[in-house]
């Protein structure tokens, strides 16, 4: 593992870095990314909401929607920031988790490859 | 980008699935065939760093805001097989534990940001690379094609968004799903990616590439550019 050291601490340093993600746009009064509007947003938009998007926004309940654990959504800004740094390593280890169990499973069956290294 | 719930009728979320289903079916193999054992904590490390590249909101003061993906860069790491694979996991993570992309969208999304991004801009980079003598212009090629790939993506996603007013309009003129047409979908989209988004994407591309080829990281798997594992 030691050559994966120096991008294990890179990967450290960005999500220390992670709540600047959260922090500039609220600076800035910046609000959601195009069409990713809650169906409060989108009905103050076009004066409707939508059936078919009311029905389905909520199909899935995400334990930590918004990077925040349920109902602190709208926590106040150093919480929240603490929720979204949280978020960042959680995202490491789950990410991470599962790409190198799907790596290992993929490449550690069948004919190994031809080119691999003595 | 990141498409939610309820924004895509049935027919093209469903399509969208449909589309992922052979393409990670590939992805796997290509995957098993190329990759040594050893070499598996690359795709743990790519899959982490688009999570977290995306976490960088990049906002557009007063308006919207939007995050490079890093998806180029990985499949210029990894391969684009490799990196479709590791930006699938990190948006159905996001999917599914944060609510950030819809459930019923994950095929979307995965079309669009682990398919079309890395494709399109591995290809740009392939193609400028083997114009560019030096290092340098190697990162620029690699710039370019961050470029090329986060539009490519917004793109498609915005051609989603915009058809579903098309597909899916009841009798009194009301959208039941994303509620812009195309043109305005398109527009809004391409404005901000190719102007602001579009720009990030390119700059953490070109240096990011570039700093890891001069320390010659073992995050690039493809140094020679022949497709082969070192």
């Known amino acids: 593992m030691r050559e994966y050291r120096n991008l294990l601490i890179a990967l450290g340093v960005m999500a220390l870095l992670a709540p600047l993600g959260l922090y500039l746009p609220q600076i800035m009064k910046a609000g959601a990314a195009w069409g990713e509007w809650g169906i409060e947003e989108v009905k103050r938009m076009v004066g409707y909401a939508p059936e078919g998007m009311e029905k389905t926004a909520d199909a899935w309940k995400a334990p930590m929607k918004d990077y925040a654990p349920p109902g602190e959504e709208s926590a106040s800004s150093p919480t929240r920031g603490l929720y979204y740094l949280l978020s960042a390593f959680l995202g490491i280890f789950a990410c991470g988790g599962v790409a190198y169990l799907l790596a290992r499973w993929l490449t550690g069956r069948g004919e190994p490859p031809a080119n691999r290294r003595p | ?230």
């Open chain 2, 1 to 230: 980008m990141h498409i939610p719930d309820g924004y895509l009728g049935p027919p093209t979320y469903l399509a969208a699935y449909a589309a992922c289903v052979p393409l990670w079916g590939i992805a796997s193999r290509k995957v098993r065939e190329r990759l040594d054992t050893r070499r598996a904590p690359l795709l743990a490390i790519s899959a982490a760093f688009t999570f977290l590249v995306m976490l960088f909101n990049v906002p557009l003061p007063g308006g919207s805001t939007g995050h490079a993906v890093g998806g180029v860069l990985i499949a210029i790491a990894v391969g684009p097989w490799g990196a479709m694979l590791s930006i699938s996991i990190a948006l159905v993570i996001q999917a599914l534990l944060f609510g950030d992309g819809g459930v019923t969208a994950i095929g979307a999304n995965c079309l669009n940001i682990a398919f079309v991004m890395p494709f399109a801009g591995y290809s740009a980079y392939r193609f400028l690379s083997r114009a560019a003598a030096s290092e340098k212009g190697r990162a620029v090629a690699a710039a370019i094609g961050g470029w090329i790939g986060i539009n490519a993506a917004a793109f498609t996603t915005a051609v989603m968004f915009g058809i579903q007013p098309l597909l899916h309009t009841a009798a009194d003129g009301r959208a039941l799903y994303s509620p812009y047409p195309l043109t305005v979908a398109v527009h809004a989209m391409m404005l901000q990616h190719t102007i602001v988004f579009g720009m990030v994407e390119a700059l953490v591309t070109g240096l990011v590439v570039y700093s890891l080829r001069q320390s010659r990281s073992a995050w690039i798997l493809d140094s020679t550019g022949d497709g082969s594992v070192r």
